[in-house]
């Protein structure tokens, strides 16, 4: 069985889970559900080491060719580790500020208020669920996530939570420049490959942009506990946003999780697992995990993006050569919602692994 925020507990459309390991009951933590299962390796650590973490400056994205170079190169560097955060990315603090307190506006509100829109289906555009099951010891809480699409906000936006009051306009302020944001990146990123910067814009613009609203309120024991399991994103790029640190990421080298250091203002940036399709696996998706505390609610919003529900993306030809064989099979969000409700979260495998020609 494998640790995974499973259907029963709120399947995940942003992520599919990694890593198997004894069952928290073989191992002892009788109050930890049977299907959560914290590999071995994998125990969080409350004192993690810090990650080495790249801090790309996109303000010279926007100036002059010399720059951009220079920022292009950066991203580039970056995009091999699979995540870095960004300064300078050009979303005001009072927008960001305004979506985290949409968020803990949502999650503060009473029970049954946030009961309407909860479900399991991870087809629907906009849900409400939980991935911890009640009454488990003290661990009533773990995460609790809202997920709802962004793009076309149009067509969204009125079905997203009606309260706070104020969290459609706020939220959908947010997602509107966030998704600015990530086409930007994506334009740099799709240069960086030497593909030219216009090489996605068509179909990321008409492109999906789902959003995770993940809340994480104190854990009494965050010891035996974790917020999300080991997983890449489906997406091919996410931005998130966190009220305070508990991002890990994994050091594939050194096989380490480290901790993403705060940085007023800047945001996390994650590559995904169809960006790593795109590059041919020059790129990858970085393996990632939240972690816990006892003191205090975290909130994390991520955005992810990628191609059309039903638009496959596909490795790039220009990548493919004699030496660089074609290394994974095409597949879009659909493909991959269905993999979701589809598999048997316990079987272990992540959705990337079964794209994967060559493994
Ligand atoms: O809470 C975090 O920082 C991570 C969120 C995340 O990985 C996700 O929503 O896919
Ligand atoms: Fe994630």
Same mark, same amino acid.
């Not at 959908?172 to 994506?186: A, F, H, P, Q």
């Given at each position: 069985?494998?640790?995974?925020?499973? #259907?029963?507990?709120?399947?995940?459309?942003?992520?599919? #889970?990694?890593?198997?390991?004894?069952?928290?009951?073989?191992?002892?933590? =009788?109050?930890?559900?049977?299907?959560?299962?914290?590999?071995?390796?994998?125990? !969080?650590?409350?004192?993690?080491?810090?990650?080495?973490? /790249?801090?790309? %400056?996109?303000?010279?994205?926007?100036h002059g060719s010399a720059q951009r170079s220079l920022v292009i190169q950066n991203i580039k560097n970056a995009c091999h580790l699979g995540f870095f955060q960004i300064?300078?990315?050009?979303?005001?603090? =009072?927008?960001?500020?305004?979506?985290?307190?949409? *968020?803990?506006? @949502?999650?503060?509100? !009473?029970?049954?208020?946030?009961?309407?829109?909860? #479900?399991?289906?991870? +087809?629907?555009?906009?849900?409400?669920?939980?991935?911890?099951?009640?009454?488990?010891?003290?661990?009533? @809480?773990?995460?609790?996530?809202?997920? +709802?699409?962004?793009? /076309?906000?149009? %067509?969204?936006?009125?079905?997203?939570?009606?309260? &706070?009051?104020?969290?459609?306009?706020?939220?959908?302020?947010?997602?509107?420049?966030?998704?600015?944001?990530?086409?930007?990146?994506?334009?740099?990123?799709?240069?960086?490959?030497?593909?030219?910067?216009?090489? #996605?814009?068509?179909?990321?613009?008409?492109?999906?942009?789902?959003? *995770?609203?993940?809340?994480?309120? /104190?854990?009494?024991?965050?010891?035996?506990?974790?917020?999300? &399991? /080991?997983?890449?994103?489906?997406?091919?790029?996410?931005?998130?946003?966190?009220?305070? &640190?508990?991002?890990?990421?994994?050091?594939?080298?050194?096989?380490?999780?480290?901790?993403?250091?705060?940085?007023?203002?800047?945001?996390?940036?994650?590559?995904?697992?169809?960006?790593?399709?795109?590059?041919?696996?020059?790129?990858?998706?970085?393996?990632?995990r939240a972690i816990l505390n006892c003191e205090r609610t975290r909130i994390s919003i991520a955005s992810l993006m990628s191609l059309g529900l039903d638009e496959k993306?596909?490795?790039?030809?220009?990548?493919?050569?004699?030496? +660089? !064989?074609?290394?994974?099979?095409?597949?879009? @969000?659909?493909?991959?919602?269905? @993999?979701?409700?589809?598999?048997?979260?316990?079987?272990?495998?992540?959705?990337? %692994?079964?794209?994967?020609?060559?493994?």
């Amino acid at each position: 069985m494998e640790f995974s925020h499973g #259907s029963n507990m709120g399947n995940d459309e942003s992520s599919s #889970s990694f890593s198997t390991g004894k069952s928290a009951q073989e191992r002892g933590l =009788s109050h930890v559900p049977e299907s959560y299962v914290i590999p071995t390796s994998h125990d !969080p650590n409350l004192h993690p080491e810090t990650a080495k973490v /790249p801090v790309v %400056d996109l303000s010279g994205l926007r100036h002059g060719s010399a720059q951009r170079s220079l920022v292009i190169q950066n991203i580039k560097n970056a995009c091999h580790l699979g995540f870095f955060q960004i300064i300078n990315h050009g979303i005001s603090q =009072s927008l960001m500020d305004g979506a985290l307190s949409s *968020a803990f506006g @949502f999650f503060n509100l !009473p029970t049954p208020e946030k009961m309407k829109l909860m #479900s399991n289906d991870v +087809h629907k555009p906009v849900r409400y669920a939980t991935s911890i099951k009640d009454g488990i010891d003290n661990i009533q @809480f773990w995460r609790v996530f809202l997920k +709802h699409y962004a793009h /076309p906000l149009d %067509d969204w936006i009125h079905s997203w939570p009606a309260n &706070p009051p104020y969290y459609r306009e706020k939220m959908g302020n947010y997602c509107s420049e966030v998704r600015k944001l990530g086409l930007e990146l994506m334009g740099a990123i799709t240069e960086s490959l030497g593909l030219g910067s216009a090489y #996605s814009s068509d179909k990321m613009n008409e492109g999906m942009q789902v959003m *995770a609203v993940n809340c994480y309120p /104190p854990c009494p024991n965050p010891n035996v506990a974790l917020g999300l &399991p /080991p997983h890449s994103d489906y997406s091919c790029l996410t931005i998130v946003l966190q009220s305070s &640190p508990g991002l890990e990421i994994m050091d594939m080298e050194e096989g380490k999780w480290g901790i993403v250091p705060k940085l007023p203002g800047a945001l996390q940036v994650h590559v995904g697992d169809h960006l790593e399709v795109l590059s041919n696996g020059l790129y990858k998706s970085v393996v990632h995990r939240a972690i816990l505390n006892c003191e205090r609610t975290r909130i994390s919003i991520a955005s992810l993006m990628s191609l059309g529900l039903d638009e496959k993306m596909g490795t790039a030809e220009e990548l493919v050569d004699e030496q +660089h !064989p074609k290394r994974y099979k095409e597949s879009s @969000f659909g493909d991959f919602l269905n @993999f979701l409700s589809a598999s048997d979260i316990g079987g272990g495998k992540a959705f990337i %692994d079964t794209l994967k020609i060559i493994k």
